[in-house]
T-cell receptor
């Protein structure tokens, strides 16, 4: 079957670094995406990994290991506005490119 | 560039009543998705369109849900009759291509069935 696992909640301190993990199981992996969603808001795209390695975009970095079916999102220099839920989503190439979503990690930032 | 537009933003209806949601995707985006999101969970795909064709509706409860995308642009999602368990946020998203890794979401419609 297809499934993604994310820790339900992570707590960090303002200015620190936090890593949010995602493990997946899918028959036709095509790529791993990360989305941010503030309470009451729409999911917004953060990053995408199709190949192994680290992708960096400002304070956000995303890592993928296809052999381990594992990825993570790294946030540096945390700001209070980063408090949100973070979802990983896998695109399955054998299911007509269906996007399978994890349940999300709620990031709580303390001053 | 205008984003994905959804209406209404909020809807409260009594159970057994019908309800409809409307979505206007980003101009030029051929792929359109309808998702349902319950509190504390990730989006759950209901239906995906490529132009006007529904290519994935395996998770759409067809006994009460219907959708259409006339002319391959705007889309409407309908529930008839609504049940208490349908209370959720209904999100519309679009992407430029079927395998496009970036999907753009509308603000969603928060449905409350009482």
């Amino acid at each position: 079957g297809q499934s993604l696992e994310q820790p339900p909640e992570v707590t960090a301190v303002e200015g620190a670094i936090v890593q949010m993990n995602c493990t997946y199981q899918t028959s036709g992996f095509y790529g791993l995406s990360w989305y941010q969603q503030h309470d009451g808001g729409a999911p917004t795209f953060l990053s995408y990994n199709a190949l192994d390695g680290l992708e960096e975009t400002g304070r956000f970095s995303s890592f993928l290991s296809r052999s381990d079916s594992y990825g993570y999102l790294l946030l540096q220099e945390l700001q209070m506005k980063d408090s949100a839920s973070y979802f990983c989503a896998v695109r399955d190439g054998r299911s007509n490119y269906q996007l399978i979503w994890g349940a999300g990690t709620k990031l709580i930032i303390k001053p | 560039e205008a984003g994905v537009v959804q209406s209404p933003r909020y809807k409260i209806i009594e159970k057994k009543q019908p309800v409809a949601f409307w979505c206007n995707p980003i101009s030029g985006h051929n792929t359109l998705y309808w998702y349902r999101q319950n509190l504390g969970q990730g989006p759950e795909l209901l239906i995906r369109y490529e132009n006007e064709e529904a290519v994935d509706d395996s998770q759409l409860p067809k006994d009460r849900f219907s959708a259409e995308r006339l002319k391959g642009v705007d889309s409407t999602l309908k529930i008839q009759p609504a049940e208490l368990g349908d209370s959720a946020v209904y999100l519309c998203a679009s992407s430029a291509t079927p395998a496009g890794y970036e999907a753009f979401f509308g603000q969603g419609t928060r449905l409350t069935v009482v």
